[in-house]
């Protein structure tokens, strides 16, 4: 791989280290990590708890700095970078789903996808045209008036990642995003992650353990200990 390459990722990682004092000691928890996550793919992060998934997804979104190594986000040095700075790019060019889905309960499906909107600065204008093409994305515009209260797990994971992309950002993050969903609640997160990556052109990138859902990605790392494994 050319050095011309490396540059045209969306996101580069190389050398990446995280150790964290414990007891007064340290302790490492990703130890040497190069990957790279490019525009338009679906990317996993696969391995059991523990291997260090969700600390190399807060690195990749800025979220906590390696301590050696280099996070890049579209040739910008995340490792580098204030608290300040990081902040806004998260709030304009990165989207974040958990396993708890975020959702304010006393708002509605709209609501909760335009709140993302306005915490972004997207003019008013904008916020109902786009609103309605991120639920209609996920699949959700007949239930854009009910709360979380009133939707089942699948359709709040839905309402999730139609807020992620609101914004139109050109990362989504996603930490075990089918978690606390049945195999055919997440086999439809799934799709809607496909459908998200054709229209947008949006990067994904989410960790998980399960092994069903290996197959619906682009790329898959491995980790193991805190490293990527071989192969």
Known sequence: MTETDREEALLDVRGVRKSFPSGGRAVTVLDGIDLRIEAGRLTMLKGRSGSGKTTLLNLLGGLDRPSEGEVRFRGRPFHRWTDKQLTRVRRREIGFIFQSFALLPLLTAWENVELSLRMAGIPRAEWSGRVARCLELVGLTKRALHRPSELS?????????AKAIAHRPHLLLADE???????????????????????????VCMTT???ELWEAADVVYEMVDGRIAAG
């Open 153 to 161: 797990g699948g359709e709040q994971q839905r309402v999730a990642i």
């Open 177 to 203: 995003p089918t978690a606390e969903l049945d195999t055919l609640m997440a086999a439809r997160v799934m799709d809607v992650f496909r459908t998200i990556i054709e229209a947008e052109g949006i990067a």
């Open 209 to 211: 353990h399960d092994s």
